[in-house]
Every structure is written in structure tokens, then in C-alpha cells.
């Protein structure tokens, strides 16, 4: 930092802003249109909350209580300046505001562009927040003056963007009564900007029902006219707002630039009255898995912004953007007790409900139009199955599955239940982190062979929500991997060959001896009735936790022991039934054997050989004897 003089200062902008500069003059973005809605966004943002100061502190209005923002054109000058009267900033304002980035994703954001997400370009900016800085891409240097509400103080900011910034008092004939002045010094290239239908159309197309006037002076000395009056579109009825409009607000509220694929729109009257207006986004927010992500939704009280930190959907609708407008909470409430009040709370209640069941309306009369929002948001929508007990059969008439019959196509549980076998009283799943080694388990086999349907989870949180003994319309559901397949009072397929399900002697003295083989690795050792192909199979003990739930416990740490597995035997497989009929003289070789099976079932399972070394040895052996034998 180097000092001019005691009040004048040049910084040098923090790194990761450097970056972003850099990005942006150097025009990563392919739609540039973007720098006038973010610059709208701002101000608006600050008439907002000036709004919301001057419930408690009145005074801060003055003799100009109405919000309002300007854009001005100069041709001649090459300018653009964006205007308000809004809360304004002051010194430490500005260096916080415009010299760092305090939001934490920045850094994710340059390496997204980073990576050249050209698709991508128009929506991230908002996205990230970090809209202001887009003015560096059509111009060359930019000045903003801004005097607080309340302040007998201006200050200039300035900055080429080439690394550095400057702060200056401002003389205050040269500032706005209150607010913040942005001045655009235009490239040679955007000058095409100033032309008066190009901002007209620009600032009503992209932010045209921001709750604010806007207001266009075309030239200097010309008269300022409405382009936007500020009316508050979700006070408006619905029959006269048209979709495209309701897409232009979307837009402009969540920083994307996709189409939103639903919109809710609806009045709340009774014991409480609020207005809500909300969209499931088009595609998938950048931050969706983000752990300390909060929720998007906005709070109004009587069109005075609140705050847009309020738990106004549960986490696993965080995925949703846009407001909720209440008549009956007080205006001069802190935000910290607004959390608190119990009318918060209803209106919660009533907006997850509302959320839910036009989800589940779209489901029933536009099933492909609501399979993308599943793509998009089925993982987090599943969070509560585990989340929230009280809507879990809501959420399970929403949930969507791919299953070993169902192809590339999404299928609902009312679907699997109508589908269901003679004598199938559970729903069947298998949980993994890949379907195609899932469609290839061996403990499919017997379910494929009576055309018994799968459910195949993929999803991490389909290990937890299972995990809780659900049911659905009186159907438990069960794990294929996990206790007894109860697969003997199921029929088999008319071109399935019915198998011999009694063991021999010989077979029967064969498990016993891999029982006793491979000792403590195993809880048991039994004939199965699951494998119809495949020799050998792993299972979970009945009570216990399926074999998926069990490998994400123990990897997170949150289990003292894995429970042992139980080792299924195909009775009728060619090579069980070779090595049940060797005599005690091959004692040896069995006992090899044994493990190898076993050690084959944790591959097909998913898992390593549970000794390499051991495995090594006795493949070694056996390929020795395959030799000699040859």
C-alpha cells in the first residue's frame, strides 16, 4: 500500500479479486449484457436496505423517502452511470466491499471459469456474487461515489482494474445526496452501450420487476424517464403476469441464466397472510452439495427486504430461489428474533407443504417435465427421507429410482408396488456407488430369475434413509445384501430352470469345512437360494446394517467393529460340487479353496482380497497344480 496523501489511498486488490479482474478484461464471458443487471442488482439491494434501517431510524430518508435508480447515458464521453439513493457506503464500505471478497465461493468460482464452462458463462457471475466486478468487461476504468445515509462524508473509489484501487474523499457537490454514483468509462468496443433502446431494453428485459423504480436519462441534460416502475411482481395476480416475465424475475433474483423448470406463485390468507413466489431452478446450482450452504429464499415484511438468511425451507430444499413476502411479522424485529417467532414458523410449515405438493402435481400431470428436476435434485430431495419423519411418505411418492427393470427410465414406488410378484411382500434394493457393478451383483441372481424388481441406489444418502426401516404403502424395505432373501415363496420365471434347492451330504460336509476354514472372517457359511449362476456371495447378518451402510459407517469412522459377513454358497454350482466331491487326501488344496472363494465374493462385492499377500500365495499354488495336473 502506498499513500498519497493522509486521506487519499492506493491499495492493491487482494489475489483472488486480481484474478477475477483479470478474467474479466481479458472478456472470459461470451454475453457481456450481464454488468448492467448486476450493477441494477446492487442498487437495488441497497435501496433494500436502507428500507429496512429506516423502520428503526427514520431520519435516514430525510425529504427523499422513495427509493429509485437511474442509469444516465453520454455518448460523446463514452460513460454509463447507474445511480441510487440507497443506504450508500462509507470509507471502510468501500474497501470491504470492492477491494476484497469476503464470500467464500470466490476461489471455486475463478477455477470454474478456469476450466472453461463456456456454457456456463451468463449465469455464474451472479451465482458467486461477485457481480460488481463484471463492469470490468466493458470498461476501462471505473469510478464509484458513494456517501452514506445519515454521513456528512463522500467518498470516491476508482480502479482501472489492472491491480489496484484508490480511495478519496469526494467533495460532496460532487456526490450524491445519499447512495452510490457507479461511472462506466466505456472501451472503444462497448460504446454501442449508450445507445438509449439498447439500456432500455436491457434493464427492463433483465431486471424489470426488481422492487424499485428505474429511470433512464438518454443523453445529458435530457429528462429522466420510467423504464421500470418498481412494482413488486409477486403482489401482482397471476392471470396477469406473463412467463417470460416470471422468468426475467427469476433470473434476476437467483444470478442464473437458465429457464426455471417450475414456478409456484400463491397468496396465503387466514390466521397468517404472506406471499410467496418461487422457482425450482432449471439446472443445478454450483454450491448444491455444499455443506454449510444455506437456503436462497428471500424475506420481505410489507415489500421491506429482511434478510435472506431465514430457514424459510428445510436443507433439503435449499435447491429453491425466491421470496416470501409476510403482512403479519413486525418490521422492527431484529433478524436474530425473527428466526425465533412462532408466525416464521408457520409460514415454514405451510411453504414446505406447498413446495411438495405442487411438486407432487407436476409429477402426476408432467412426468418428463418433472424426471429433469429429479435429475437435477432427487440426491438432496432423498436428504429428507432421513430428515424429516413427518413428510417422509410425501417425500417417497416423490422420490424417483432406477431399478434392474426400468432401463434409463425413472421409476416411482407406486410403480414398483403395482408391479410386484406373488408372494413378494418387501421392496427390494441394492445399495452402491456404481450401477453397473451393482446390475452385475450375483446377489441379483435369484430376483432376475423370478423377474423380482430391484431398486438400484447409488446416491450416498440412500444408505441412511433405507437405513431407518421405512415403508411404503405397507411394504418394508429390504436389502437384497442383508439376512434372508425370502426368495423360496417367490415363483420362478415359466423359462426359469427350477433348481434342485436340497444340498448333498457331500455339499453339505463341503460348507462345513469352509466354516471351519476360514474361521472367525466369516459369522456363517450357508447354501444359497439368491444364486442361480455364480458360486459365492456375501451377505449382511439379518439385523445388522446392509453391506453398503456398513462400508460408509466404517470409512467415516463411526463404527467400533464391522459386523462379520455371512458367506452364501451356490449348492449347485459345477465347481462347488467338484471340490464338495474331493477326498481327505486333498485336504490342502480344499482349505486353499475355501479362502478363494471367499476372497472371490469380496471382489464381487466390491472389496480387496482380505489378505493380498495370502491370495497371492494360494493362486499361485493352484496355477501350479492346474500345471501338473495338465
Known amino acids: 500500500m502506498t499513500t498519497d496523501t493522509k486521506a487519499t489511498e492506493t491499495k492493491a486488490f487482494e489475489a483472488d479479486v486480481s484474478r477475477l479482474l483479470h478474467m474479466m478484461v481479458h472478456s472470459v464471458y461470451s454475453d457481456k449484457d450481464v454488468f448492467l443487471r448486476e450493477l441494477i442488482s446492487n442498487a437495488a439491494d441497497a435501496c433494500e436496505k436502507l428500507r429496512f434501517e429506516a423502520v428503526s431510524h427514520p431520519?435516514?430518508?430525510?425529504?427523499?423517502?422513495?427509493?429509485?435508480?437511474?442509469i444516465s447515458a453520454d455518448a460523446d464521453s463514452k460513460l454509463i452511470t447507474v445511480e441510487d439513493n440507497g443506504i450508500g457506503m462509507s470509507r471502510d464500505d468501500m474497501t470491504e466491499a470492492l477491494g476484497t471478497i469476503a464470500r467464500s465461493g470466490t476461489r471455486a468460482f475463478i477455477e470454474r471459469v478456469g476450466a472453461g464452462n463456456a456454457s456456463e458463462d451468463t449465469q455464474l457471475i451472479g451465482q458467486?456474487?461477485?457481480?460488481?466486478?463484471?463492469?470490468?468487461?466493458?470498461?476501462?476504468?471505473?469510478?464509484?461515489?458513494?456517501?452514506?445515509?445519515?454521513?456528512?462524508?463522500?467518498?470516491?473509489?476508482?480502479?482501472?482494474?489492472?491491480?489496484?484501487?484508490?480511495?478519496a474523499p469526494a467533495p460532496l457537490e460532487a456526490?450524491?445526496?445519499?447512495?452510490?454514483?457507479?461511472?462506466?468509462?466505456?472501451?472503444?468496443?462497448?460504446?454501442?452501450?449508450?445507445?438509449?433502446?439498447?439500456?432500455?431494453?436491457?434493464?427492463?428485459?433483465?431486471?424489470?420487476?426488481?422492487?424499485?423504480?428505474?429511470?433512464?436519462?438518454?443523453?445529458?441534460?435530457?429528462?429522466?424517464?420510467?423504464?421500470?416502475?418498481?412494482?413488486?411482481?409477486?403482489?401482482?395476480?397471476?392471470?396477469?403476469?406473463?412467463?417470460?416475465?416470471?422468468?426475467?424475475?427469476?433470473?434476476?433474483?437467483?444470478?442464473?441464466?437458465?429457464?426455471?423448470?417450475?414456478?409456484?406463485?400463491?397468496?396465503?390468507e387466514g390466521r397468517q397472510e404472506y406471499s410467496v413466489l418461487a422457482f425450482v431452478p432449471g439446472s443445478r446450482p454450483f454450491d448444491l452439495f455444499d455443506q454449510d450452504r444455506k437456503g436462497r429464499m428471500?424475506?420481505?415484511?410489507?415489500?421491506?427486504?429482511?434478510?435472506?438468511?431465514?430457514?424459510?425451507?428445510?436443507?433439503?430444499?435449499?435447491?429453491?430461489?425466491?421470496?416470501?413476502?409476510?403482512?403479519?411479522?413486525?418490521?422492527?424485529?431484529?433478524?436474530?428474533?425473527?428466526?425465533?417467532?412462532?408466525?416464521?414458523?408457520?409460514?415454514?410449515?405451510?411453504?414446505?407443504?406447498?413446495?411438495?405438493?405442487?411438486?407432487?402435481?407436476?409429477?402426476?400431470?408432467?412426468?418428463?417435465?418433472?424426471?429433469?428436476?429429479?435429475?437435477?435434485?432427487?440426491?438432496?430431495?432423498?436428504?429428507?427421507?432421513y430428515e424429516d419423519h413427518e413428510r417422509r411418505e410425501q417425500l417417497l411418492k416423490l422420490a424417483r429410482f432406477r431399478s434392474t427393470t426400468s432401463g434409463e427410465n425413472w421409476r416411482g414406488l407406486a410403480d414398483y408396488v403395482s408391479a410386484m410378484k406373488e408372494g413378494q411382500k418387501a421392496i427390494f434394493f441394492m445399495a452402491g456407488d456404481d450401477r453397473a457393478r451393482l446390475e452385475a451383483s450375483?446377489?441379483?441372481?435369484?430376483?432376475?430369475?423370478?423377474?423380482?424388481?430391484?431398486?438400484?441406489?447409488?446416491?450416498?444418502?440412500?444408505?441412511?434413509?433405507?437405513?431407518?426401516?421405512?415403508?411404503?404403502?405397507?411394504?418394508?424395505?429390504?436389502?437384497?445384501?442383508?439376512?434372508?432373501?425370502?426368495?423360496?415363496?417367490?415363483?420362478?420365471?415359466?423359462?426359469?430352470?427350477?433348481?434342485?434347492?436340497?444340498?448333498?451330504?457331500?455339499?453339505?460336509?463341503?460348507?462345513?469345512?469352509?466354516?471351519a476354514a476360514l474361521g472367525d472372517a466369516v459369522s456363517d457359511v450357508k447354501p444359497s437360494d439368491r444364486l442361480t449362476e455364480s458360486a459365492v456371495c456375501l451377505v449382511a447378518p439379518e439385523h445388522g446394517p446392509d453391506r453398503q451402510f456398513e462400508r460408509l459407517l466404517n470409512a467415516a469412522g463411526r463404527l467400533d467393529k464391522t459386523a462379520k459377513p455371512i458367506l452364501e454358497i451356490n449348492p449347485r454350482h459345477e465347481r462347488v460340487l467338484a471340490l464338495a466331491g474331493l477326498g481327505d487326501d486333498e485336504q490342502a488344496f480344499k482349505d486353499d479353496a475355501a479362502h478363494l472363494l471367499y476372497d472371490e465374493a469380496r471382489v464381487l462385492d466390491g472389496d480387496k482380497p482380505a489378505d493380498a499377500r495370502a491370495f497371492s500365495e494360494r493362486l499361485a499354488r493352484l496355477i501350479a497344480r492346474g500345471i501338473s495336473k495338465g
Open 59 to 70: 431520519e435516514l430518508l430525510a425529504d427523499d423517502p422513495k427509493p429509485r435508480i437511474s
Open 128 to 167: 458467486f456474487g461477485v457481480g460488481f466486478y463484471s463492469a470490468f468487461m466493458v470498461a476501462t476504468r471505473v469510478d464509484v461515489i458513494s456517501r452514506l445515509a445519515g454521513s456528512d462524508e463522500a467518498w470516491r473509489w476508482s480502479s482501472d482494474g489492472k491491480g489496484s484501487y484508490e480511495i
Open 175 to 268: 456526490a450524491p445526496r445519499r447512495g452510490t454514483r457507479v461511472v462506466l468509462h466505456l472501451m472503444d468496443d462497448a460504446v454501442s452501450y449508450t445507445g438509449s433502446y439498447r439500456l432500455e431494453q436491457l434493464a427492463k428485459s433483465q431486471s424489470g420487476h426488481v422492487p424499485v423504480p428505474i429511470t433512464l436519462i438518454e443523453k445529458p441534460g435530457a429528462e429522466a424517464r420510467d423504464i421500470a416502475d418498481g412494482t413488486a411482481l409477486w403482489v401482482r395476480p397471476k392471470s396477469e403476469i406473463k412467463p417470460e416475465e416470471y422468468t426475467d424475475f427469476y433470473r434476476g433474483l437467483s444470478g442464473q441464466y437458465d429457464e426455471p423448470a417450475a414456478t409456484i406463485h400463491f397468496r396465503a
Open 298 to 385: 428471500k424475506l420481505y415484511v410489507r415489500r421491506v427486504f429482511i434478510t435472506d438468511e431465514a430457514d424459510l425451507l428445510p436443507r433439503y430444499l435449499r435447491f429453491m430461489r425466491g421470496l416470501v413476502d409476510s403482512a403479519d411479522l413486525p418490521l422492527n424485529v431484529s433478524r436474530e428474533m425473527i428466526q425465533e417467532s412462532p408466525l416464521l414458523a408457520a409460514i415454514r410449515k405451510g411453504l414446505t407443504n406447498r413446495v411438495l405438493g405442487d411438486l407432487a402435481k407436476l409429477a402426476e400431470n408432467e412426468a418428463e417435465a418433472y424426471a429433469k428436476i429429479w435429475e437435477n435434485f432427487g440426491v438432496v430431495l432423498k436428504e429428507g427421507l
Open 442 to 515: 450375483p446377489q441379483l441372481e435369484g430376483f432376475k430369475a423370478r423377474g423380482i424388481e430391484v431398486l438400484l441406489l447409488t446416491d450416498p444418502v440412500d444408505s441412511f434413509w433405507t437405513s431407518m426401516a421405512p415403508e411404503f404403502d405397507g411394504k418394508p424395505f429390504k436389502s437384497v445384501t442383508q439376512g434372508v432373501a425370502e426368495l423360496s415363496e417367490i415363483p420362478l420365471l415359466d423359462d426359469a430352470k427350477k433348481p434342485d434347492t436340497a444340498a448333498t451330504p457331500e455339499v453339505d460336509g463341503f460348507l462345513a469345512f469352509v466354516k
